[in-house]
């Protein structure tokens, strides 16, 4: 039994050997592409193993991450929480630049686990489980903020974190700058600006800013004229006093004459 398993790791520490020279090469790209590497600690090696732990470092991450991606469907269908949250812990470490890893570790500890905590009667108290429930939430939104400091040229991870603020935290001013971030980019859909624009007008004391830039969306034409875009705008215009004259979405009959 040993001894395939020696074989297998002499052939994947050659095989590491032959790469050295395209890793270096690798490396230098992924840097200059943001790619801050896997942190191959101590840490790490305990989750791996051995062999995984080797596999990693003769370039076998992608595979390694794959396989412990399995592992951790399998532990959110076993509700194994905390087990899912380390293997997430590992994988993202193995491999940064993927935002499928960072996106839907997020969504299982936000969204699943956080609900999952909220109905566990195991903890007793509802205040402990609501408690349980927002570490969730923290934990969510720890690896949203770690994958986008991994991948600062992707708009991807700041939508993903806006929804987490908007719909767990309720902070709509956090969440509205994170939407105008996502929309800064150049291949961020056209929604992310009307997002941003929608959280801003729940966001107090932002609601001049939020009118204006609601009333610019409104005058690119119909097709940006959706059905909330005209609410938010309308309730802007009636917090701000906005004369009826200068009113792009008119007042009903019932709000002008109560």
Known sequence: MIRPIIAVLVLLLAFGALRVPIEHAVSREH?????????????LREQLG?????????????????????????????????????????????????????????????WNASVAALNDQ?????????????????????????????????????????????DKFEDHCAAAGQYARAAAFADAPAYEKRFAAYELSRCPGQERAAYEKLAALFDLGKKEQLPTLLSRLAEMEKVLGIPEADRRVPQRPSESNP
């Open 31 to 43: 840097r200059e592409a943001y790619f801050r590497g896997a942190q191959l600690g101590l840490g």
């Open 122 to 166: 195991r903890l007793g108290r509802e205040a402990l489980r609501v408690r349980a429930q927002r570490q969730y939430f923290e934990l969510g939104r720890d690896l949203l903020e770690r994958g986008i400091r991994n991948n600062p040229d992707r708009w991807t991870l700041h939508d993903r974190l806006a929804m987490l603020l908007r």
């Open 50 to 110: 051995q062999v995984g732990f080797l596999a990693a470092l003769s370039g076998f991450r992608s595979v390694v991450a794959d396989m412990l991606w399995i592992k951790a469907h399998t532990a959110w269908e076993r509700t194994e929480w905390g087990r899912m949250a380390a293997l997430f812990e590992t994988i993202t470490s193995l491999q940064p630049r993927v935002i499928m890893f960072w996106d839907m570790a997020a969504w299982h500890m936000a």
